[in-house]
């Protein structure tokens, strides 16, 4: 699944989890989770492990990891009364199940049924993948609705950094960074 797919799902289910908290915090923190197993995973598998695995679905996306998580989450609640943690983890759950992770029990189960084996892959895959990703109709859908939930659920917030007299280059750094990319999307798709 792609990663725009992901974060929106992350926030559909942190906004059930906000309403039932009563914390709209939860919304980031949820769709933080569901995209962490590839921002952690695919650089790792693909540029520091890229010798031996080469696999962007190694240790974030198994069950060993999110029982980890869990586990610090429910004690973070249990002693500090934070469930932040555990949104986090419920947004990792969320992206595994969206990947099929069942259909790679080697991976899931990591490391009770073995090493996780090596796959060969190109040496520009993860370039290719992020650009193949960037030139999906569909993730620009999901980034734009992504954009406007998250403008409304944190208005207050965004209308503070707006304020700051420093916020003027963080926010033309990122409109800068959306133009390389469409223009890159764009460079990928017509070629």
Not at 66 to 77: E, T
Not at 102 to 120: A, D, K, M, S, T
Request: charged letters at 15%; one cysteine or more.
């Amino acid at each position: 699944m792609y990663l725009f797919a992901h974060i929106m799902v992350g926030i559909l289910i942190g906004l059930v989890l906000a309403v039932l908290v009563g914390d709209r915090r939860i919304v980031a923190l949820t769709a933080l989770g569901a995209v962490l197993p590839d921002l952690i995973d695919k650089p790792l598998g693909h540029i520091v492990l890229a010798g031996t695995l080469n696999y962007g679905r190694i240790y974030f996306h198994g069950l060993t990891v999110l029982f980890l998580v869990v586990l610090a989450g429910l004690l973070l609640y249990h002693y500090r009364q934070r469930i932040g943690l555990l949104a986090v983890a419920v947004g990792m759950a969320s992206h595994q199940v969206l990947d099929g992770m069942w259909y790679n029990p080697v991976v899931w189960y990591w490391p009770f049924l073995g090493p996780i084996p090596g796959r060969e892959y190109p040496d520009d895959y993860l370039w290719d993948a992020i650009l193949r990703q960037l030139s999906q109709p569909s993730e620009w859908i999901f980034f734009v609705l992504i954009i406007g939930l998250f403008a409304v659920l944190y208005r207050r917030e965004l209308k503070s950094f707006i304020g700051r007299p420093r916020s003027l280059p963080v926010l033309l750094a990122v409109v800068a960074l959306f133009i390389v990319a469409a223009i890159c999307a764009g460079l990928r798709f017509f070629a």
